[in-house]
């Protein structure tokens, strides 16, 4: 048992992004425990300013390399609320199948690559032995069916080419949605491997805490109403009402508070608050591993994830077996004096992007909120309530449960340092 | 065991793009590459890391405060061979984007760079450290990032040319 402990993690592993951790034991009790996104600001809130609205979802995709999809989606649909377009049936749909090629995708690297290494008890994947080799080729199969789905749909899986204002600027053809098909189907046996390797795990700390998640009705992450697990059902203009934001001084990321209190956003929030909209496949095949929901165990926030892919993998499938796409004439896009507001959930919980653009179309005002800035504030105390249990253990091994904490909520550091918010001049619309 | 390239995977400011360009290219080469390389920092990836006695440091991201400063000073004395990833680190932008404010953004902005210890302008790798190689795109191009990665295993013996 430590009665005296001083831990400084200098970037913790197998995250996105950068953060650093300091924790201070004396006489056996906690002391501090300060959690850094160190990730340096690129200013995004104030360089998309002055910028012309055509180009700000591209631009502000750069927030963020793994989940730059989510940013490209939040935005464009911030600027077509702003200038009052409503896209085609088919323009939803493609946005569904990009953001289900992204969540594929960024969920398997990080259940894969960050957090199998620790179930299995190694460093990385690196490291694994050659009878894992068939559970890695299960990796690259799951990851480059989230990675192909985004190519054939938007481009490119990072940065996506192809989704602009109001629609698509090229439409999948039919050979290229059987090949997509083929390969969904072939990845979806490995993730029924991957959400029992999850469910199986022993890994847990439960916490009472209150989740938040947009809710929507066939769980594709674009659409629906914010809601709460104690009730509250915000829609998603009002969901900045609700946040309060809390300057960390020693974090480059600003954190926030849900009606005044800590709060969770993420995988594990939407599979508690909306798992019976989940698709009928996946529901059909995996009803002991639904049963573990609404859980308050953060480890579950990974067999959530785990179940998210499976879940992406059926809908995809479906969407692209019922569906022939063709071009169509993109809707006429205007300048237009205004607010516009996006949320979605992209891969680690609610994301908003709110822009107010004046009469020649160039951005006034923007405001970005990033679900790992959400969680900042409860990852934190979380670790400071994981450590008591924990200091009877080596000083390397309290290091590694504590990064083991932190991966649990996926964090993704590059997006969380972009919230900086100075001045609001509410004069202006 | 035969001998491997030994790479470290770094980065500092910008979105981790080109990282995960990498990542993804794993998919299709990460049986290959074990044979290959010696991955011996890719903090992304890995818990334990040493960024000594590098044949290669592939380095993601423009450099934005002191530490960064330092640290990729120590990371070119630490490798034979310093390539540049990605649009942030061959070229500043758009991570740079700080440095072009009005007076007025940049005295809104100030108190964080003062907070943080960032430098007064935000660079591309080559101002800061001797750079041997650019592989540039916002995120890198796959194909044109492994026609480089098979020139630097001719170069360093580890495949025949």
């Known amino acids: ?5 001083d831990i400084n993690i200098e970037q913790i592993s197998k995250t996105e992004g950068h953060a650093d951790l300091e924790v201070k034991v004396r006489a056996g009790k906690v002391q501090d425990v300060k959690l850094k996104i160190s990730e340096n600001k690129r200013f995004y809130t104030q360089a998309v300013r002055n910028r012309h609205f055509v180009s700000v979802p591209q631009f502000v995709s750069r927030i963020c390399g793994t989940c730059s999809i989510a940013h490209l989606t939040c935005s464009t649909e911030a600027v077509e609320k702003c200038l009052g377009i409503t896209p085609s ?6 946005r569904k199948l990009a953001v289900y090629g992204m969540m594929i995708r960024d969920h398997a690297m990080h259940l894969y690559f960050f957090c199998l290494p620790d179930i299995f008890k190694v460093d990385s994947v690196f490291e694994f032995d050659k009878s894992k080799d068939q559970l890695v080729k299960q990796a690259f199969a799951v990851k480059g069916a989230g990675n192909n789905l985004s190519k054939v749909v938007a481009g490119r899986a990072i940065h996506a080419t192809y989704e602009r204002i109001g629609s698509f600027s090229h439409i999948p053809s039919k050979e290229d949605c059987k090949v997509m098909i083929k390969e969904l189907k072939s990845a979806r046996d490995h993730v029924l491997d991957l959400i029992k390797i999850f469910y199986d795990c022993d890994f847990a700390f439960n916490r009472k805490t209150t989740f938040v998640a947009l809710v929507t009705k066939d769980y594709s992450f674009l659409e629906g109403e914010i809601r709460s697990s104690d009730g509250t059902v915000i829609k998603e203009e009002d969901y900045w009402d609700h946040l309060s934001r809390v300057v960390i001084p020693y974090s480059q990321a600003t954190g926030f508070k849900f009606k005044g209190d800590e709060f969770m956003v993420g995988a594990l929030a939407r599979m508690n608050l909306n798992k019976d909209s989940l698709h009928r496949n996946t529901r059909k095949d995996i009803p002991k591993y639904l049963s573990v929901f609404p859980s308050y165990n ?3 926030n990974n067999l959530a994830q785990a179940i998210e892919i499976l879940h992406c993998i059926d809908h995809s499938i479906q969407m692209l077996e019922e569906n022939e796409f063709k071009e169509e004439s993109p809707p006429a896009v205007r300048s237009r004096k205004g607010r516009g507001i996006g949320v979605i959930e992209a891969p680690r919980g609610t994301l908003y992007h709110m822009l107010e653009l004046d009469g020649d179309g160039k951005v006034k005002y923007a405001n970005f909120v990033i679900p790992t800035a959400q969680n900042q504030i409860k990852m934190e105390k979380d670790i400071a309530l994981v450590i008591p249990q924990i200091l009877d253990m080596p000083k390397h091994d309290i290091h590694h449960e504590l990064e083991k904490v932190v ?3 996926d964090p993704c550091l590059s997006c969380a340092s972009h919230f900086l918010r100075i001045k609001w001049n509410r004069s202006f619309v | 065991m035969s001998r491997k390239l030994r790479v470290g995977w770094f980065s500092f400011t910008c979105c981790e793009d080109s990282t ?3 990542i993804e290219l794993m998919n299709e080469k990460f049986f290959e590459w074990r044979d290959l390389l010696d ?5 992304t990836l890995k818990g334990r890391n040493d ?4 044949d290669i440091a592939f380095v993601e991201g423009a450099i934005s405060n002191k530490k960064e400063e330092e640290t990729v000073k120590k990371i070119r004395q630490n490798c034979k061979k310093l390539v540049a990833i990605g649009s942030c680190a061959c070229t500043g932008a758009p991570a740079n984007q700080r440095n072009f404010f009005d007076q007025s953004t940049k005295e809104e902005i100030q108190f964080i760079l003062d907070r943080f210890e960032h430098r007064e302008k935000v660079s591309q790798l080559s101002d800061v450290v ?7 795109g916002c995120p890198m191009d796959e194909k044109f990032f492994l026609s480089k990665l098979d020139q630097y295993l001719k170069e360093f013996g580890l495949v025949h040319a």
């Open chain 1, 1 to 5: 048992m430590h009665d005296s402990l």
């Open chain 1, 89 to 94: 049936p088919q323009t939803e749909l493609l």
């Open chain 1, 298 to 300: 953060i480890y579950h």
């Open chain 1, 407 to 409: 991966r649990a909520y």
């Open chain 2, 20 to 22: 995960m360009v990498f």
């Open chain 2, 39 to 43: 991955f011996r920092y890719f903090r």
């Open chain 2, 51 to 54: 960024m000594t006695d590098l």
């Open chain 2, 130 to 136: 001797k750079v041997d190689d650019f592989i540039s």
